[in-house]
């Protein structure tokens, strides 16, 4: 029998965490603090806690998330410290603040 996994969101994880016996260290993402694994890639560590969405489209406002996973569509851009980049290109690191740049409207 599977059982469900839910996320940060309450909603079912559709990404498996493959180190679940890592060490893990203290992230915020908008104020909500996660433990990620220390060291792992930013966009996986988060997509296996459960957040899908890491932005909002500036035009449409859309919900972007993690696509190519090797930095070639910045749909993972993420605000980590006040600089976006792209979360697929990071590794989990202690004390990070993690944001989400505002969609349409937010500016």
């Not at 296996?48 to 070639?72: D, E, K, L, Q, Y």
Request: hydrophobic share 45%; aromatic share 4%.
């Amino acid at each position: 029998m599977m059982r469900r996994i839910l996320g940060c969101s309450g909603r079912p994880v559709l990404f498996r965490d493959l180190s679940p016996d890592a060490p893990r260290v203290r992230v915020t993402l908008d104020g909500q603090v996660l433990h990620l694994p220390a060291g792992a890639n930013l966009a996986a560590a988060l997509l296996g806690a459960g957040i899908t969405t890491f932005r909002m489209t500036p035009v449409s406002g859309a919900s972007r998330g993690p696509f190519c996973m090797m930095g070639a569509c910045f749909d993972c851009l993420i605000g980590v410290e006040g600089v976006t980049r792209q979360a697929c290109m990071m590794q989990v690191s202690d004390g990070m603040v993690l944001t989400r740049p505002l969609g349409k409207g937010g500016a």
